[in-house]
T-cell receptor, first 112, second 114 residues
Framework: DAGITQSPRHKVTETGTPVTLRCHQT?????MYWYRQDPGHGLRLIHY???????DKGEVSDGYSVSRSKTEDFLLTLESATSSQTSVYFC???????????FGPGTRLTVL | AQSVTQLGSHVSVSEGALVLLRCNYS??????LFWYVQYPNQGLQLLLK??????LVKGINGFEAEFKKSETSFHLTKPSAHMSDAAEYFC????????????FGGGTRLMVKP
């Protein structure tokens, strides 16, 4: 399972509050990704990281920021949550040797 | 730019019947193609992938997919459906110099009737 954990697994919050989701990996992979999953859209890339303090935007980055201060942790922050950010969020790592992404278990976020 | 279209958001088959889930891609460069499966309340699990080697790719749980460049397709098949195959399936595309940034299709939910 590529040693990926996400926390929290479930969160309910209110509009306008800040939220931080954490992705933790144990296998020292350089690339990490944050996706959101919504019905009919599959998964869409929010942000990704290609090393410590190296991040870039994905397809749906508005309203989200990320940070990566150490290899094993990739944080996704919603500065001021909105109802449109209600979704399931998945973290992934890239296994460089197989050029394959492996996914964490997901975080279900509800913004009321 | 790259994109993926999965025809049929829901597919229903009887147990023991052929499973065929369709995926068509668009890519201006040679693609890498993936199928992932998602069981309820779980993350995505890799089923199989194509990265420019053999065009017929075998994956886990008896699934296989064939890369057809002329049809820009990568359909997923299984000869005989099992109840445990009920899940959502996602096709995804990337290419060698894309930093492994995946573009996903909208997903197909497979239902298996007894």
């Amino acid at each position: 399972d590529a040693g990926i954990t996400q926390s929290p697994r479930h969160k309910v919050t209110e509009t306008g509050t800040p939220v931080t989701l954490r992705c933790h990996q144990t296998e020292n992979h350089r690339y990490m990704y944050w996706y959101r999953q919504d019905p009919g859209h599959g998964l869409r890339l929010i942000h990704y990281s290609y090393g410590v303090k190296d991040t870039d935007k994905g397809e749906v980055s508005d309203g989200y920021s990320v940070s990566r201060s150490k290899t094993e942790d990739f944080l996704l922050t919603l500065e001021s949550a909105t109802s449109s950010q209600t979704s399931v969020y998945f973290c992934a790592i890239r296994d460089y040797t197989t050029d394959t992404q492996y996914f964490g278990p997901g975080t279900r976020l509800t913004v009321l | 730019a790259q994109s993926v279209t999965q025809l049929g958001s829901h597919v229903s088959v009887s147990e023991g019947a052929l499973v065929l889930l369709r995926c068509n891609y668009s890519s201006s460069v040679p693609p890498y193609l993936f199928w992932y499966v998602q069981y309820p309340n779980q993350g995505l699990q890799l089923l199989l992938k194509y990265t420019s080697a053999a065009t017929l790719v075998k994956g886990i749980n008896g699934f296989e997919a064939e890369f057809k460049k002329s049809e820009t397709s990568f359909h997923l098949t299984k000869p005989s459906a099992h109840m445990s195959d009920a899940a959502e399936y996602f096709c995804a595309v990337t290419h060698k110099n894309a930093g492994n940034m995946l573009t996903f299709g909208g997903g197909t939910r497979l239902m298996v009737k007894p």
